[in-house]
């Protein structure tokens, strides 16, 4: 029973290591639990656009005002929340781009992030709406940045995630880094094996 929203953010497509490891953690889900509704959106650079004025004006439009554009971009953008919604668990699969997360993955948190709807600004400050959810970030990375790397100030992607989760109200995020994919293929191994481990135990 429950549901696990899938999404995947990495040019790779199904040669991606991060969604890989995340397809590892919802197999091993599913075998817990048969019952789970498992909902997936890969997203590309041509199926999630940037967040823009039709999508803006729409929401702040009635239904019957809208434009045909608008209108497309306000169904775009409430069928990615009511997909978040609906979702128990959220698996996100994030390669490090630059060091923080691809542009695809941004634009959709900025279809999530919505005033009134997953958020709130209340007189005692913004109030996450988000409840009772817990998220799974597989993020996989070139190089090293946890532990004692001195690269780690450079990480703007475990960061900008938990902030972002925490700020709609998800508090219970984990998260299982693929580290060292650009080192050699040894290094690219070892650390694909130890977050197939990781996700393994997160998953029972
Ligand atoms: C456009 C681009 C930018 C990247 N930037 C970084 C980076 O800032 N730091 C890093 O460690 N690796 C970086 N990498 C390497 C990827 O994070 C790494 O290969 C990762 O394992 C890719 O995950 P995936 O197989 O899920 O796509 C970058 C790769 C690409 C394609």
Request: aromatic share 8%; proline share 5%.
């Amino acid at each position: 029973m429950g549901t696990l929203l899938f999404v995947s953010s990495s040019l790779m497509g199904d040669k991606s290591q991060s969604r890989q490891v995340a397809a590892d953690y919802i197999a091993a889900a599913r075998a817990a639990n048969p019952g789970l509704t498992v909902v997936e959106r890969h997203l590309t650079p041509d199926n999630i656009p940037h967040l823009g004025m039709d999508a803006l004006a729409g929401l702040g439009a009635t239904p019957d005002a809208r434009t045909p554009a608008q209108a497309a971009a306000v169904k775009l953008a409430d069928t990615i929340i009511e997909e978040v919604e609906a979702a128990d668990t959220i698996v996100l699969a994030v390669p490090m781009y630059n060091f923080s997360v691809p542009s695809t993955l941004k634009a959709w948190l900025d279809h999530v992030a919505r005033a009134g709807r997953t958020f709130k600004y209340t007189a005692n400050g913004p109030e996450g709406q988000l409840k009772n959810k817990r998220v799974i970030v597989v993020e996989s990375r070139g190089g090293f940045y946890t532990g004692d790397s001195p690269a780690k100030a450079m990480d703007f992607q475990e960061p900008y995630l938990r902030a972002f989760f925490g700020f709609v109200g998800i508090t219970d995020v984990s998260f299982v880094q693929v580290e060292g994919q650009a080192i050699g293929p040894d290094v690219a191994a070892k650390g694909l094996a130890a977050a197939k481990s990781a996700v393994t135990k997160l998953a029972a």
